[in-house]
């Protein structure tokens, strides 16, 4: 049986895509994939930030989206400033994206297992339209 789940947000009646048991099933493996590497190091990820960078390579904009999304700036908290485990981790922005995986920068890779996936399949409806 298909769950939606409503976007949050006051007013906002708009509801996710159904996902289909396989994507699904696949997106929870990657999870538990990153929950393991996370018990062994600290994963060079964090949420606002990979979504603001899938944002912005729609615009081949990512990485400048996701630095003003992670570090603070005038007027704004970034999400290191939120996220204490982030800050004790990372001091800034390109100390994270510094790790690698493989030949790719770590980042890169656990936004394209973790966040892409959703990222892509939000499809927004309005409630009843399903």
């Not at 509801?15 to 994963?43: F, K, M, T, V």
């Not at 390109?94 to 920068?105: I, K, P, Q, S, Y």
Request: charged fraction near 25%; proline fraction near 8%.
């Amino acid at each position: 049986m298909p769950v939606n789940h409503p976007r949050p947000g006051p007013g906002w009646p708009h509801y996710p895509a159904h996902l289909n048991r396989s994507d699904a099933q696949h997106c929870l493996d990657q999870l538990g994939h990153a929950w393991q590497q996370a018990l062994c190091e600290p994963l060079p990820i964090a949420c606002a930030t990979a979504f603001a960078w899938l944002k912005g390579e729609e615009k081949d904009n990512g990485d400048n989206e996701a630095r003003k999304v992670f570090e603070s700036g005038f007027m704004h908290t970034g999400e290191q400033d939120k996220e204490p485990a982030l800050a004790r981790a990372w001091t800034d922005f390109d100390e994270m994206l510094a790790v690698r995986h493989g030949d790719e920068r770590a980042f890169d890779y656990w936004t394209g297992q973790l966040y892409a996936p959703l990222y892509q399949h939000a499809q927004w409806s309005e409630h009843g339209d399903h």
